[in-house]
Structure formats: C-alpha cells, structure tokens
C-alpha cells in the first residue's frame, strides 16, 4: 500500500517561497499508475487542487495559481516536491500529497486515491 509524508516549514514570510516534499513508500514515483498531487485546504475553505505531477515527470498546475507554482520529483529518492512562490497570508492552509490512479484536477478524495496526513503552512512575518 502507497503511504504518503508531507515534510517542510510550518512557517513561511510573506513574499517567499513555500517549499514542501512529500516522501513516497509502498510503491515508486515512476509507476504507470499514479499521477503524483497537490492540493490545499485553507480554513474555513474548501480544498483546493494545485498541480500534479506525472510518472514520466510531465506537470499539470491549476491556472489560478500556475504562474507562482513548481512541481518538481526526485526520482532516486522517490519524493516530489511543491514550491509556491511569492506567497501571502491567504496561502495559509493545510497542504496534502496524493496520488492518484489517474489525472484529475478534483480536490476531494476519491476511493483510489491515498493521501498524506497532511501539513499545515502558516504563512506570517
């Protein structure tokens, strides 16, 4: 069974760079089975889908956001990572990994889907 771990700073300043890794175990970042996502929850706020990256390494980022996002994966240590650039208060929130069977900008969990527990981002000076 794929498990997923979030790791990164639970505190950002305004206006830098929010780096985040998420850990792969259970199964490999190349797989043909998984597109490897993003998604956010902010409080109070409904989920939000960010980006996705794919087994052969191609990347997907919702529009909203695609002009400060980077998706990025280290294949040899099985992790992808996620850097939202220039970031505000309002991208405070829990930031999850997932994998999913298949490509989809949907923010909710699906039955085949595994997530990460989840970490939350505080962004404040």
């Known amino acids: 069974q794929v498990q997923l771990q979030e790791s990164g700073p639970g505190l950002v300043k305004p206006s830098q760079t929010l780096s985040l890794i998420c850990t792969i175990s259970?199964?490999?970042?190349?797989?043909?089975?998984?597109?490897w996502t993003w998604i956010r929850q902010p409080p109070g706020k409904g989920p939000e889908w960010m980006g996705a990256?794919?087994?052969?390494?191609?990347?997907f980022y919702s529009p909203s956001l695609k002009s400060r996002t980077s998706i990025s994966r280290d294949t040899s240590k099985n992790q992808f990572a996620l850097q939202l650039s220039s970031v505000t208060p309002e991208d405070t929130a829990v930031y999850y990994c997932?994998?999913?069977?298949?490509?989809?900008?949907?923010?909710?969990?699906?039955?085949?889907?595994?997530w990460g527990q989840g970490t939350q981002v505080t962004v404040s000076s």
């Open positions: 990256i794919s087994n052969r390494g191609s990347t």
């Open positions: 259970g199964g490999s970042i190349t797989s043909n089975y998984y597109h």
């Open positions: 997932a994998s999913y069977p298949r490509l989809s900008t949907r923010a909710q969990r699906g039955p085949d889907d595994y």
